[in-house]
């Protein structure tokens, strides 16, 4: 069965190691199994994260085109690795999925509410995200 499962949640709050969790469980691992889409990725130069907003949109189109390209690869298990506040963020990856013939999970990590939770992602999150920021992210979550 192809699957694809879309993450959601905020800086920190474990969608990566979710991600990880999923490949050992349901392929145990194996890297020809299985593809994480992270726009992420794209921000590390040299080993170093470098956040840029403004090749966000470049980097956002990257990430939809190596997903695009494994699906077409057919590979069994594709994870979206983003933060997908805004539905529409997401809609493209599913909608391709779909037409790929791929079963479609959309999965909420952690809680996105709950404000003592805030604080903790806000400080083990990799990247730096602040907690006004990560607030912020909170109250735009559509569901």
């Known amino acids: 069965m192809k699957q694809v499962f879309i993450l959601r ?13 999923l490949t050992d469980e349901l392929v145990k691992g ?3 199994q299985f593809l994480i889409c992270s726009t ?20 956002h189109s990257l990430n939809l085109a190596r997903f695009i390209r494994g699906l077409a690869q057919e590979i069994p ?3 979206l690795d983003n933060t997908n ?6 809609l493209p990856y599913l ?10 999970k959309e999965v909420i990590v952690g809680d996105i ?15 730096g995200v602040a907690l006004k920021t990560i607030s912020k992210m909170a109250y735009m979550f559509e569901w």
């Open 9 to 21: 949640g905020l800086p920190g709050s474990g969608k990566s190691f979710y991600a990880e969790q």
């Open 113 to 127: 509410k709950d404000k003592s939770l805030q604080h903790l992602y806000s400080q083990r999150n990799s990247h």
């Open 40 to 59: 992420d990725d794209y921000f590390y130069q040299e080993g170093s994260y470098q956040f840029d907003k403004f090749k966000l949109p470049e980097y």
């Open 85 to 90: 506040i805004k539905k529409w963020e997401f």
């Open 77 to 79: 298990l594709v994870i």
């Open 30 to 32: 194996d890297e020809n």
């Open 95 to 104: 909608e391709v999925a779909h037409a790929m013939g791929y079963q479609v």
